[in-house]
């Protein structure tokens, strides 16, 4: 599968008519594999639900070249997911199924394959009847990437896919987003661990609420743009007005 372009035009993200990241402005090529970095509190989160339409930008143009809310796979941060709804291992993973399957229609012999194809590539083969409320951090998140292998989609986001999860399954995860990446998706993911991003990712985008860099990720993490992050963020202005809005800008 080819993955699919998503450009940001001079784009503004508020809550509460404050500035939760603004002006960006750049693209996420086709089939690229990019980490958004930043301290706490950047804007990096904000930025991804705008680019899935979560959040719509007080300004700017979040250009998804036609896609398609199918053709986006979200991973949200583990502390948004709800696990204490009664699914079942294979439910789980099956959502990622459901704008293919509709809501009225059973789960074919075929989709079921697949399901349980993700499953053993995440290394839950047999975990389909467990509770996912059983499951430990590591083998929750297992089953959430499981999810997304169904989904199929041509862009995938995930945001801090690797937080509070042990060693063994980071790598296993790792793994599945290379290969997402070498199938030629386009993958845009929240991490904090710079090592990480410099083994990982060749792409990446840095954050202080404004955009400080974004391009190769050798470039972006220099020592100057990380400590210019480091300096906006320790002077944030939690009261800063809004920026106003030019006329023609609506998302």
């Not at 680019?51 to 986006?72: F, M, Q, T, Y």
């Not at 204490?84 to 199924?97: E, N, Q």
């Not at 083994?199 to 990720?217: F, K, S, V, Y």
Request: net charge neutral; aromatic share 6%; glycine share 10%.
């Amino acid at each position: 599968m080819k993955g699919t372009g998503i450009t940001l035009r001079d784009v503004t993200v508020a809550y509460d008519r404050r500035p939760a990241v603004h002006h960006v402005e750049g693209a996420f090529e086709p089939g690229s594999l990019t980490a958004v970095v930043g301290p706490n509190g950047a804007g990096k989160s904000t930025l991804l639900k705008a680019i899935v339409g979560a959040l719509k930008p007080v300004s700017g143009v979040v250009d998804r070249a036609g896609l398609r809310s199918r053709d986006l796979g979200y991973l949200p941060q583990a502390a948004e997911i709800d696990r204490s709804f009664p699914l079942t291992v294979a439910d789980t993973v099956l959502l990622g199924a459901w704008r293919r399957t509709g809501a009225l229609r059973g789960v074919d012999q075929a989709t079921g394959k697949q399901a349980r194809e993700a499953l053993s590539a995440v290394g839950l083969e047999g975990f389909g009847r467990r509770a996912v409320g059983a499951l430990s951090a590591g083998q929750f998140q297992r089953v959430l990437f499981a999810r997304l292998l169904l989904q199929d989609a041509a862009v995938i986001l995930l945001d801090e896919p690797f937080t509070a999860i042990d060693a063994r399954t980071t790598r296993d995860l790792l793994d599945l987003v290379h290969r997402w990446h070498n199938e030629g998706r386009t993958v845009i993911t929240v991490l904090h661990d710079f090592e990480q991003v410099r083994a990982h990712c060749p792409q990446a985008l840095l954050l202080a609420r404004e955009q400080i860099a974004w391009g190769n990720t050798d470039t972006v993490l220099a020592p100057a743009n990380l400590l210019r992050a480091r300096a906006m963020a320790e002077n944030w202005d939690e009261n800063a007005a809004i920026c106003e809005q030019p006329a023609g800008t609506a998302a």
